[in-house]
Nanobody, 120 residues
Framework: QVQLVESGGGLVQPGGSLRLSCAAS????????MAWYRRAPGSQRELVAH???????DYGESAKGRFTISTDNLKKTGYLQMNNLKPEDTAVYYC??????????????WGQGTQVTVSS
């Protein structure tokens, strides 16, 4: 079955970096779009970054200049490179993807989330 699995979260010092991965498994032809969201304690879910199949990207205001989203359609994997991390980046990060399945239809999927903690 089709599945999205995030990895790469953990504990980092302020100013450090992490790269999150979002791997799609199953009978997948391509990644149409991918996005990263996060939910901090006591906060609403927030869009962090989004990318289309043409390579167009957009970012939430808190991510601009620090985070970069990318996809690798050969590996069927997306990435979120996070630099200059701050304590306010602490959250559970979720991958969302619109994928083209083996039957050529498009379907939305969510990953299970990965914890990012920025603390000294």
């Amino acid at each position: 079955q089709v599945q999205l699995v995030e990895s790469g979260g953990g504990l980092v010092q302020p100013g450090g970096s992490l790269r999150l991965s979002c791997a799609a498994s199953g009978n997948i032809l391509s990644i149409n779009t991918m996005a990263w969201y996060r939910r901090a304690p006591g906060s609403q879910r927030e869009l962090v970054a989004h990318i289309t199949n043409s390579g167009y990207t957009d970012y939430g205001e808190s991510a601009k200049g620090r985070f970069t989203i990318s996809t690798d359609n050969l590996k069927k994997t997306g990435y979120l490179q996070m630099n200059n991390l701050k304590p306010e980046d602490t959250a559970v990060y979720y991958c969302h993807a619109n994928l083209q399945d083996g039957d050529w239809s498009f379907t939305d999927y969510w990953g299970q989330g990965t914890q990012v903690t920025v603390s000294s």
